[in-house]
Each structure stands twice: as C-alpha cells, then as structure tokens.
C-alpha cells in the first residue's frame, strides 16, 4: 500500500508499496523515550508527524 506522511513543516513523504506493522509503528510514536522514527529510509523527528494517510495508487489512463 501507498503512504503519505505529512510533515508540520509542509513537506511529505511518499511511500510506495509499504509494509509495516501499525501496532508498532503507534508504539513507537507513543514512546516518549523514542524521538526519532525511520520512515521509507529517512530518519527523522517523531514530533514533526502531522498524519500517516494511504494513498489510492488507482491511476486513470488517457487514450487518445
């Protein structure tokens, strides 16, 4: 499935066909130990998370 975090800083990052477990991943985001989390690769501050939302990958085609 496709992700979008968005991030408070106005950026977003995409994630293509990602798999993680979502009790954990809430896990981590709840553990006030914890300030950074790795996303598709990135590295980067928990706190700045605004929303994880999956993306619909159905792409409409244009013929000609």
């Not at 975090?5 to 990602?18: C, F």
């Not at 709840?30 to 700045?48: C, L, R, T």
């Not at 998370?49 to 619909?56: G, R």
């Amino acid at each position: 499935m496709d992700y979008q975090v968005q991030l408070n800083n106005g950026q977003a990052i995409k994630l293509k066909n990602a798999e993680f477990d979502v009790t954990a991943f809430t896990a981590t985001l709840n553990d006030q130990k914890i300030g950074f989390v790795n996303i598709g690769g990135a590295i980067i501050n928990k706190h700045i998370i605004v929303s994880v939302i999956p993306v619909d990958n159905i792409q409409t085609e244009t013929q000609s």
